[in-house]
């Protein structure tokens, strides 16, 4: 069944300590998103891809990183993670093709650094 | 810069009753808006968008280009349109992508 996953969905884990929070998915999707968002507040795009090979920062400034070895897998980690770190994190993907394609949205992951 | 805003965090209101969550919309270029939706215990998902004028479960949204608005509406609301409501707006130029509003948490009261 096409799905995007999110793993872990909730993590809490020390500072200092180096995490990743995986996304897949199986759509066939070229263009992957991760988002930020704080309670209440409002999402912000911190890294995407247009495929393979392809990331890019986005408009929220991140001290993580991303890769994109493969179409269907794009992860992210931090290296030390921090208190201020502590957020919830959401993977997107969408087709390459066209401008106004809706994003589809994985579950998310809950992260909590003490 | 591009901005959406939606200045209500919270909306209650009765079933039966009309329903409309604000947005209102910065950006330089022309716009397509998008509605998003997240149910309880659900994803975050697409409810509609600007470009395909389409109604979906008896909401509408009007682009208001003149007041860059883009409010999403509901004759009468149901139980079931509980939800958090999250308004944005794609960037057409350069690498497309989403900016959201704060979001609109939607309670409808029995």
């Known amino acids: 069944e096409a799905d995007i996953y999110q793993t872990p969905r909730y993590l809490v884990i020390g500072t200092g300590k180096k995490i990743t929070l995986e996304c897949s998915q199986t759509?066939?999707?070229?263009?992957m998103y991760w988002y930020q968002q704080d309670p209440g507040m409002e999402l912000h795009l911190i890294h995407y891809?247009?495929?393979?090979?392809?990331?890019e920062k986005g408009d929220l400034s991140s001290e993580s990183t991303v890769s994109r070895i493969r179409t269907e897998h794009f992860p992210l980690t931090l290296e030390s993670a921090r208190p201020s770190h502590t957020s919830q994190y959401l993977c997107?993907?969408?087709?390459?093709?066209?401008?106004?394609?809706?994003?589809?949205f994985g579950p998310g992951t809950r992260l909590t650094v003490l | 810069a591009q901005r959406v805003t939606q200045p209500e965090k919270l909306l209650s209101v009765f079933k039966g009753a009309p329903v409309e969550l604000k947005c209102n919309y910065s950006?330089?270029?022309?716009?397509?808006l998008f509605w998003y939706v997240q149910y309880s215990r659900q994803r975050l998902q697409l409810l509609l968008r600007?470009?395909s004028r389409e109604s979906i479960k008896g909401f509408t949204a009007d682009l208001n280009k003149g007041e860059t608005s883009f409010h999403l509406k509901k004759p009468f609301a149901q139980e079931e349109d509980s939800a958090m409501y999250y308004c944005?707006?794609?960037?057409?130029?350069?690498?497309?992508?989403?900016?959201f509003g704060q979001g609109t948490r939607l309670t409808i009261n029995p």
């Open positions: 950006y330089s270029g022309s716009p397509e």
């Open positions: 944005a707006l794609i960037t057409v130029q350069g690498a497309q992508k989403l900016v």
């Open positions: 891809s247009y495929g393979v090979n392809s990331t």
């Open positions: 759509m066939g999707h070229d263009k």
């Open positions: 600007h470009i």
């Open positions: 997107a993907s969408s087709p390459l093709a066209g401008v106004y394609n809706e994003q589809f």
